[in-house]
């Protein structure tokens, strides 16, 4: 009798994982395979080790068995979860519709093999060549884009209404928009992503309301709607609706430093704030153009510091904005790899303008903070790229830049 | 009577085996063939489970205890195998933008 028990456990065993085994060769993706794998992997090994135990029969067997036994019920599941969330993590492809983790947990956007091939090349290619032929194997850089294909000004301003700071910022955006007699236009969006994955109810009715209440802000400080003024109000994606999609229509967009399309409205969101932060910067980063990010200063003049990495956009981007006079700027100091030509470039247009340029290398103390102690009275700062991530959980983002400064931020 | 029940469970083991030699067989060809990271390190957790089991039955075939012991020391070294590449893959998200 016990020895047909057994055989039934074992042939039942052999039987899960032997369906475990199809299942991973025949499903479609890494999540689907996992599910066979964990599941029906443990439970057959489970069922072989409980028959073998009972054939055996002897102490020292059942204990070496149940001991295995106990392990592999102990560990399968938490190394298939870890497994799982590592698959996840890293960008493995999914099949299924619907993403039920988006936004809840990172997900890289390609599957690590796809971009691990080209970083082996370029750790490998240089020592294997020894050559400058190590650009030919990889896809060649692409050439830098012109990124402002215009050397001064801009046709329109276009500017984010972001509850708690609408006020401020229709205000700097009407100046701007006024100095060149640009075209205006306020993007009034509503994240539905937030609205969506709100924890409170009737999180869509808040947030219009706090909206209104921007909309209303503005109109008042407005006074009377300007001749070349448009509004669009809509709910969506942010990163689609706020950022100019077309470079032709060369528009400045003016952001405020913080805040979101949910308008400050009080909602519970699955992720942190911080992170929503950073979703400004990925809008700075899709707009076709320089964005400003409107400091509390008001945009009154002073010493305008230009961060340079040695790049072609910030040589232009600060051409760009000392030609078109963002601000009134009373002295001018470059910070970082500008090389000799890039400063003399600069130091050009400042000089039409009666400005000497400085220049000062970066003190490489400052740890974190980009800006030196010596510019603390900066008005304005350039910078050629904004922060990775964006601060240390819960700290202002302004504040990696120098504690307390509050000027304007170009991108 | 015994003796022809015995012989049956050496039998059957055996066939058992041959099953799951099949189903590592399955297993490693996925391994090997991918396609991804993620694909490579589910077949060796389900790889490595399959040989517990493998191991236990050769146990009976074999009539040696000792292969209980081999089945424990996989099944330990799995677990470790599996957590470590599930690191590197959520490392090697870090660190590649």
Known sequence: MTALVALLLKLVGTGFLAIATI??????????RMHAATKAGTLGAGLVLLGVIITKGSMDATVVALLTLAFLIGTM?????????????????????????????????????????????????????????????????????DDLPYDAGYDGVRFALIAPHARMVTRRAMRLADAR????????????????????????????????????????????????????????????????????????LVLPTDGWCHHGARVTLPVFEERLTDKLFQVAEKHEGPTLFVGFREGEGGRLVVMHDGSRRVQRLAAWALNTGLWPVSALTVVGEADASQREALGAIAADRGLRL?????????????????????????????????????????????????????? | MIESIDAAVTTVAVALTVVLALAIAGAAFRMIVGPGYADRFVALDMLTGIAVAACALTAVVTERREFLDVGLGLALIAFVATIAFAAFLEKKERETP
């Open chain 1, 181 to 252: 007699e640009a075209a205006l236009t306020a993007v009034a969006v509503i994240d539905r992503d937030c609205v969506e994955t709100a924890r409170v109810p009737a999180a869509r009715d808040a947030i219009r309301a706090k909206l209104a209440q921007a909309i209303e802000e503005m109109r008042a400080e407005m006074g009377g709607c300007p001749s070349r003024f448009s509004l669009s109000y809509e709910e969506g994606d942010p990163l689609a609706l706020i950022p100019a999609s077309a470079r032709e229509k060369r528009e400045l």
């Open chain 1, 358 to 411: 400085e220049h000062a290398r970066r003190a490489r103390s400052s740890g974190r903070l980009l800006l030196p102690a010596t510019c603390a009275d900066a008005a304005a700062l350039i910078l050629p790229r904004l922060p990775e991530r964006a601060m240390g959980y819960g700290e202002f983002w302004y504040d990696n830049l120098a504690p307390g400064w509050r000027g304007d931020v170009l991108v």
């Open chain 1, 77 to 145: 599941p938490v190394a298939g979860h870890l497994l799982g969330r590592a698959a996840y993590i890293s960008g493995a492809p999914l099949r299924s519709r619907e993403d039920a983790l988006a936004g809840i947990l990172p997900r890289a956007a390609h599957p690590l093999e796809e971009r691990t091939v080209s970083a082996f090349l370029a750790d490998v290619a240089p020592v294997v060549s020894r050559r400058p032929a190590a650009e030919t194997i990889l896809a060649p850089e692409a050439p830098e884009p």
């Open chain 1, 23 to 32: 299942g991973v060769l025949r499903f479609e993706d890494s999540f689907q």
